[in-house]
C-alpha cells in the first residue's frame, strides 16, 4: 500500500521558519518525480515546489521562490520542504504528491498518490 506521510507543520509567527518533512513507502518510487502542494482556507489547491528523482531539477511556485527549499533523500525515502521567511499568506495545509509519469509537474492532475496533509498556520 504506498502511504505519503507529512510531518512538521505548526504555528509559527511571521518572519520564522519550518520544515516540512514526507516520507514515501509502498513501492518504489525510483525515477518518480515529488512535489508538493498546499490549500489555503476558502481556495484551491496550489501548487507549491516539486523535485525530480535525482534532485537535479526543482521547481517552484512564484510566490515562494527565495523563501521555500525542496529537497530529498532518498536513501530516507523521504522529501523536504525547508519554509524561510513565512508569511501570513502562507497559511495552508500542505500536501505532498508522488508524480505520475505523465503529466506537467505544476498541475495536481499529474500526480497520482497524495498524502493526508499537515497545517502551516502563520501569525501575523
Known amino acids: 500500500q504506498v502511504q505519503l506521510v507529512e510531518s512538521g507543520g505548526g504555528l509559527v509567527q511571521a518572519g520564522a521558519s519550518l520544515r516540512l518533512s514526507c516520507l514515501y513507502s509502498g513501492r518504489s518510487f525510483s525515477g518518480y518525480t515529488m512535489g508538493w502542494f498546499r490549500q489555503a482556507p476558502g481556495k484551491e489547491r496550489e501548487f507549491v515546489a516539486a523535485?525530480?528523482?535525482?534532485?537535479?531539477?526543482?521547481y517552484y511556485q512564484d510566490s515562494v521562490k527565495g523563501r521555500f527549499t525542496i529537497s530529498r533523500d532518498n536513501a530516507k525515502n523521504t522529501v523536504y520542504l525547508q519554509m524561510n521567511s513565512l508569511t501570513p499568506e502562507d497559511t495552508a495545509v500542505y500536501y505532498c504528491?508522488?508524480?505520475?509519469?505523465?503529466?506537467?509537474?505544476?498541475?495536481?492532475?499529474?500526480?497520482?498518490?497524495w498524502g493526508q496533509g499537515t497545517q502551516v498556520t502563520v501569525s501575523s
Open positions: 523535485i525530480t528523482w535525482s534532485g537535479g531539477a526543482t
Open positions: 504528491a508522488s508524480k505520475s509519469p505523465s503529466g506537467n509537474y505544476y498541475f495536481e492532475n499529474a500526480y497520482n498518490y
